[in-house]
């Protein structure tokens, strides 16, 4: 769904965050948290019926719900490693509230959820679970990087090879490592000694010092106290 991404400053909708088996769990929530102060809830690897029925419970007061499923094997056996217990809680969540769905995990895995996808306000397709793809899924979703990614093989006769939507880009940085942006890092190592050496001498308490290229932040660091 087109409308549905990216999350813009404005909405009402009081969002929390599931991660299920996810191994890039903390680079993928600390992202996030970059963009918006969202409630978190995660449901580890081997999670038991008693922990499922608890999630459910307190998820029931929000209005959505972005779920990032993780550790999904390349290979068929046992489902790709996708439980029938990450399948229901899935199912339950997606019958009674607006869920976004971040599958970690190769388009082939992904099968499995066709007869729940008309349920997902949007669903994202990451290929793999780690810690680069967790970070700009979640730049994604916030409208900080472009989604341009398309199907590689064909799913169903709605997902054929090459589908993917794609969205515009909303006013708002993203995130990269200098490198990326052909910076040395090294470089910027040497804005903390600057800063330093300004707060020994007095002439500020702190401050916080972003540095960005292209639309990208390259550098973001705080510095002493406020007063």
Known sequence: NNLALPFLPQSKQ???????????????LSSLKRFSNLDSYSLKKGFTKKQSIKVK??????????????????????NFRVSEESKEIID?????????????????AYRQFLNLDPLFSASIIAHQDNEYTA????QQLFGALPFLGKL???LSQKYINGYGLEHTLIDR????????MNVDSEKLQHIDSIVYEGIEMQAFPGCQV????????????????QT
């Open 135 to 138: 970070k700009s899924v979640a």
């Open 152 to 154: 590689p093989i064909r």
């Open 210 to 225: 972003v540095v960005a290229k292209e639309g990208r932040i390259i550098y973001s660091k705080s510095f002493g106290f």
């Open 92 to 108: 339950f969540l997606a019958k009674r509230q607006d869920v976004i769905f971040s599958f970690f995990g190769s388009p082939i």
């Open 14 to 28: 009081k969002t929390a965050v599931l991660t299920v088996q996810l191994n890039a769990e903390d680079q993928f």
């Open 173 to 180: 940085l993203g995130f990269a490592l200098p490198e990326q």
């Open 57 to 78: 419970e307190q998820l029931g007061d929000y209005d959505q719900i972005i779920i990032a499923l993780g550790d999904v094997s390349i290979f068929p056996y046992k």
